[in-house]
């Protein structure tokens, strides 16, 4: 690893752009992990209740009620969206390339790139940020904030907010699963419920903001189409691969100047024909991560 990540560092210092393709892969090296301990502290009594055992299956489960159902979303979201992660891996992240013209382009709806200073004009969320709600329908292309709505939500359940806006149940106490019916989110447009910004059928809404970030990225290509650029994979799978993987081989194939990087727990494949121009760290990313920003 020191001897692949060194070379990393020394192409990232050499290239005139870098763009990071990131994966669900990074948050869980950031420590947003869905199951284990995180989990029971903040979903064990959904968990008991219910009887699944980590976040995502809590997502899919069928709650009798909106009440029950935005109960379990509120905390999700705000622990997912508007707590810190609890490792610094996008702040490390942020230091290896802060000095270089960068782009994100992210899988990722957790919003912890802006968390960690990363420009906003530089990123590009493809698939929806949670802090984001948008009709079910969808009766329009608009989307709204939702913080202070979530924020209203978990504390109906009896949690109080941190400085760190960390969720913190009062010792002794118990947390609600239900959220009062006045809370329940509703579309200003036409009344229906809202839901999550999370790209997941054709419902999906692809805002202003959405469009703009599209524009930028393109721009940014464009702008590098023969530079030396880093294209730089971190903790992506294969659910979605025609998002960045495949379309960073891609534009490497196609860019001579350019250099293909990918940082994942296990060792990934790549295409012959750019095999002398990549570079592959298997292992954990966090650790990759932080000797890179040393």
Known sequence: ?????????????????????????????????YAGERFEKYFGDFGREYGFRDMYSGGFYPYETPEEFWAYWSRYIWINRYMGAPKPVYSDLLRAVKDKDYFVLTTNVDHCFQKAGFEKKRLFYTQGDYGLFQCTKPCCQETWDNGEKVRKMVLAQGYIIGEKNELILPEGAEAKRRVPAELLPKCPKCGRPLTMNLRSDDKFVEDEGWQAAAAEYEAWLTRHRDSRVVFLEIGVGYNTPGIIKYNFWQEVYRNKNAVYACLNLEEEGVPEEIRDRSILISGDSAEAIRRMAQ
């Not at 763009?19 to 948050?27: E, K, P, T, V």
């Open 1 to 33: 690893m020191d001897e692949k990540i060194l070379l990393l560092k020394e192409k990232i210092k050499q290239a005139d752009a870098v763009i990071i393709g990131a994966g669900a892969g990074l948050s869980t090296a950031a420590g947003f992990v």
